[in-house]
Every structure is written in C-alpha cells, then in structure tokens.
C-alpha cells in the first residue's frame, strides 16, 4: 500500500461546478498535510495548507479527518483556470519526510 | 517565476553517459530536497539534504546516483551511468527549516531524456 493515495481521476467538470477530492494517507504520525497544483509540465506549486480545524482560502476548502486519516479538497465555482493536477502533500515525523500522492487530474470544461 | 534556481531545463543524453543537474535554493533556505516526477505519478523524493548533511536518500539508486550540497548552498545530482529508465523531470525544492511548518518551494525542474 502507497503511504500516500489519492484518485487519479480524472474528473471533467463544468464551469461553476463544485468538486471534491480525496486523498488517504497511512501512517498515523504523519505530521503537516498540504496541498500543491501541478500544472502540465510545470513544477508543483503550494495551493494551501491542511489545518487540523479545516481551512478556507477563497473558493478552495481543506479538511482533514485524522481519526480516518484521510484530507480533502473543495473547490467551489470551479473556473478554466482551475484545470490541473492537484497533489496531496504529507509530511512525517522523523526526518521530516515529504510524501506526495501521484496526484488527481482536473479538467474543467467551458 | 520560480525563486528555485535549476539548470538545465532540459537535457538529452545518450544511454551509458554521465549527466549532472544543478540547483540553487531561495536564500537562506537549510532544506533541499531532489525529486523524480515520471509522466503521470507524483513527485518522489531522491535525497533530502539539511544544510550540507543528507539526511534521506533512501530512494536514491546508490549505484549510479549521487548528490551533494558542499557548502550547504548549491547541489549537484548526476547519475552516471544514465538508463533508459532514467527518463524523467528532475526537480529540485527547498524549504526553510525542513520542519512541519516549512512548505517546499520548487523549481522549474530539468526534464531528462535518454536515448
């Protein structure tokens, strides 16, 4: 089983659609989540990090469920501009290591 | 633009030849991290380095990979010899202690090829 794991998708979604996305992660001590956007053939870049009280930054909400060990994603009134790869991010004690999901794909259609 | 300075941005290499890549973090950052995104997964992490220690490279292929980070600052990675499978965008990140509060910042990354 992959440390962390998350749903390739893709998913294809209308313009002001709501999209949801999941990512599991299995060791228990993992420490700091956050979630970065990959476009295509470009570097990952920070999106926002996971607070333990779930956190809201504009149109996109983070959430994280320990007991379940699992953090999601919301975006609301998904535009164009949101079409990429979204990666969940967990970061371990111990080392401080940096784990990264293979990432979800995001097509938002006009 | 990315702050994380990376060089080249893309490289072709024969099989059996020697390739290095070149990374100079955002200032002041103690963290430096190299990864290895294949088309279609997520980035997985070769070496992580703490100032000029390495403090994982359990994923690093020992046989023909290697990096360093001298003088804490700048780092090389180079693989000799490239295999086909080496095929990959390399990239390099830093962050400012490496802790849980340290978010990673990438750069542009170096796309290799092996013919």
């Known amino acids: 089983r992959k440390e962390v794991e998350q749903d390739p998708g893709p998913f294809n979604v209308p313009e002001g659609a709501t999209v949801a996305f999941n990512c599991t992660y299995s060791n228990s001590a993992s420490q700091s989540f956050f979630w970065y956007r990959q476009d295509c053939r470009k570097e990952p870049k920070l999106l926002m990090s996971v607070y333990s009280s779930g956190n809201e930054d504009g149109r996109f909400t983070a959430q994280l469920n320990r007991a379940s060990q699992y953090i999601s994603l919301l975006i609301r009134d998904s535009k164009l501009s949101d079409s990429a790869t979204y990666l969940c991010v967990v970061l371990n004690t111990g080392g401080f290591k940096t784990i990264f999901g293979a990432g979800t794909r995001l097509f938002v259609k006009a | 633009e990315a702050e994380v300075a990376q060089s080249p941005r893309y490289k072709i290499t024969e099989k059996s030849q020697a390739v290095a890549f070149w990374c100079d973090p955002i200032s002041g950052h103690a963290t430096l991290y190299w990864y290895r995104q294949i088309l279609g997964q997520g980035p997985e992490l070769l070496v992580q380095f703490q100032d000029e220690s390495v403090v994982d490279d359990s994923q690093l292929p020992k046989d023909r990979f290697s990096a360093e980070r001298l003088k804490g600052v700048d780092s090389t990675l180079k693989i000799q010899p490239a295999e086909l499978g080496d095929s990959a965008m390399y990239l390099c990140?830093?962050?400012?202690?490496?802790?849980?509060?340290?978010?990673?910042?990438f750069g542009n990354g170096t796309r290799l090829t092996v013919t």
């Open positions: 990140a830093s962050s400012q202690y490496g802790n849980y509060n340290s978010p990673l910042h």
